[in-house]
Structure formats: C-alpha cells, structure tokens
C-alpha cells in the first residue's frame, strides 16, 4: 500500500509516499525561504504563486525517489484545512485532479492531524497520547485518543510560539524564519539577563498567551543597541520564558488528566516549534515526572511536509475515511471538527 500526500498549507510544498509499513518512501520539501525573507514573514499571494510553479515537478521527484508511478499508489491524499486558502487550494485541486484521473480513492487530511499522527509514523506509538501542537499559527495542548478523536485541553488565547519568535527575531534583526535563529543565538547567552514575564503561568486551566511577551521584548529592547551579545541575551531570556510557559502549561495538562483519570501512553512535541532543543529538554523532564515518555519526531517532521500528510491519508484511508471530490478546502478548520472514528 502506498499513499501519496501533499502539503500546501503555508510556504512549503511538500510531496511525500509513505508504505502500510511506516516506509518514508519519498519526502520532497520545495522551501520558499528567500521568496518570504525580505517581508519577514509568509506573503500569502507570493506563497500560493511558488506552489503552483513548483508542485508538478516535486510530486515527480518524489515518484521518481519512490521507485512508483501513479498506477502503484493506493490512494492520495492533501491537506484541505487549514492554511493560508490559495495555498490549500492549489495542493486539494492537485489531489483531486490526480484522484479523477488516476481513478484514487481522495483522502482529505486536516494539515493539524497531520501532525498530531506523526508520531506514530516516527515512534510507533499507541493512543491516547498527550500532544502537545506548536508551529508559527497554532498552540494546542490535546488529548489524542484515535483518528479522528481529539479532546482539546487548551489553546493560545491571542497569539502561538511560532508567531512570538518570528516577531520578536525580527526586533531583533535576526530574520525569518525566527524560531531556529532565537535558538541559535541563545546558545550564546544569558537567559536571566532580561527578566521577561512568564505568561499564564500558575493560572488554572491549560490555555497559553504570548502577545504580552513580545510587547514585553519590545520595551526592553527600546533605545538600546543591538550588539551581539544584548541580541543573545534577549533570545536566550525570550527562549527560557516561553519554555518556563509552556512546562507550567503541560504540567497542568497532566494535572487535568490525572483528575478525570485519563491514562496516557506518552507526552508528544509536534509542529515546528517541536524541533527546538530548549523546549524538548523541558518536556522530557515533564513527561519523566508522570512516568512516560517524552516523543517528538525528527526536526525534518517536525516543520511541514507531505510524509505527514500521506501517513494521516493512510491512517484514515485503513479506516475507511474516503472522501468525495467536493469537499472543499478551508482556511479554519479546528481539530475537534475532525470526523473520524470515535470510540
């Protein structure tokens, strides 16, 4: 069984086939790094137009890596929610196209599935897991008890993690994309030289905030000069307030499951924030301090790709989750609204 997955939803076009044995048979990524750079974020127009102009010839390269052609696949599937809409629609009207065609079954993936999933293809893990969902738009905590069965514990209440170390790198004059820059430059740091305000922090509930803490970079920073060291001492503060955050946040979440006698398997890191090392570290002790273990898959999984998005296609597909050609793409689609087998 082979599964074909397309990724469009932000700025990368990924093309991946993954087999019913947890085979990565292909995995192509066309960045749009230096298109999105001078803007320091993603420009949505410039970002659906690169994936028009390159999706063609990555989903024949992943073809070509896999050693398969189209008649060998057993079904398609592309992310149809949520994302930025132009770049949704571009990859779900190529699934759809090659599903017509190629007479495929069409598996339409939510692109935070996707990730919640991962893990499994990576760790080989059973549910129910607590997750932990962090990229530069989304920060979730939820309980994933199957496919298609998720109980949300809490969200941001304004801003995620990815979207606060984008702005505040770019206070910084770091670049984008900002999360692994703010990595990179607290390695050469002080955490404590800036003492910024841990958000939500003892507050009941699983929710997070990160709006208040770029504000907080920005009066700190204002009036001073950026040298080197003042920029690695505000990212290494920034970096150990955020993971300060979201360890009382996970903490909590655990709190909440042992009260409603929740019993999980592991405590999972998905999302491009996941590939940060500060934030692992933190929430390896976490999960160590409930008795299981920590799970996030390789930094390549972690950011978006289509491996993710073809073995959420073939974990719903086994399922019998097969969707007709009108389904149509949506720029909002929260995980809990995700069909799938409950249980």
């Known amino acids: 069984m082979l599964v074909l997955g397309l990724e469009t939803s932000c700025d990368d076009t990924g093309v991946g086939i993954v087999d019913a044995e947890k085979n990565i048979r292909a995995n192509v990524v066309a960045s749009q790094l230096a298109a999105h750079k001078p803007y320091g974020g993603v420009v949505p127009e410039i970002a659906a137009r690169a994936h028009l102009d390159v999706i063609d010839d990555a989903i024949a390269e992943a073809l070509k890596t896999a050693g398969a052609d189209f008649s060998d696949l057993s079904a398609v599937a592309a992310t149809t929610g949520p994302g930025l809409i132009g770049g949704v629609m571009v990859g779900s009207m190529m699934g759809k196209a090659i599903s017509a065609v190629c007479r495929l079954p069409f598996i339409s993936v939510n692109h935070l599935e996707a990730h919640?999933?991962?893990?499994?293809?990576?760790?080989?893990?059973?549910?129910?897991?607590?997750?932990?969902?962090?990229?530069?738009?989304?920060?979730?905590l939820l309980l994933v008890r199957g496919v298609g069965n998720y109980r949300l514990l809490g969200t941001t209440i304004d801003d995620a993690i990815g979207e606060c170390f984008d702005k505040c790198a770019k206070m910084l004059g770091l670049g984008y994309p900002g999360g692994p820059l703010i990595e990179e430059a607290a390695t050469q740091g002080n955490r404590k030289t800036f003492a910024l305000p841990r958000p939500m922090l003892g507050r009941q509930g699983c929710d997070?905030?990160?709006?208040?803490l770029k504000t907080s970079v920005r009066t700190a920073l204002a009036g001073k000069?950026?040298?080197?060291?003042?920029?690695?001492?505000?990212?290494?503060?920034?970096?150990?307030?955020?993971?300060?955050?979201?360890?009382?946040?996970?903490?909590?979440?655990?709190?909440?499951?042992?009260?409603?006698d929740e019993a999980v398997t592991a405590f999972v890191a998905?999302?491009?924030?996941?590939?940060?090392?500060?934030l692992c570290a933190r929430l390896t002790s976490i999960?160590?301090?409930?008795?299981?273990?920590?799970?996030?898959?390789?930094?390549?999984?972690?950011?978006?790709?289509?491996?993710?998005?073809?073995?959420?296609?073939?974990?719903?597909f086994r399922l019998g989750l097969i969707d007709t050609l009108d389904i149509r793409a949506r720029p909002r689609w929260p995980l809990e609204e995700v069909r799938g087998m409950q249980k």
């Open 225 to 260: 000069e950026l040298t080197p060291s003042l920029v690695a001492d505000m990212a290494a503060s920034l970096q150990a307030a955020i993971a300060d955050s979201v360890a009382d946040r996970a903490r909590k979440a655990f709190a909440m499951l042992k009260v409603q």
């Open 208 to 212: 997070f905030s990160f709006s208040g």
């Open 270 to 278: 998905a999302g491009g924030v996941a590939a940060n090392r500060t």
């Open 287 to 316: 999960a160590q301090e409930n008795g299981v273990t920590f799970v996030s898959p390789p930094p390549r999984l972690c950011t978006d790709n289509g491996a993710m998005v073809a073995w959420a296609g073939l974990e719903r």
């Open 116 to 140: 919640a999933l991962t893990a499994r293809l990576t760790n080989n893990i059973d549910f129910p897991y607590l997750l932990l969902l962090a990229s530069g738009g989304h920060c979730q």
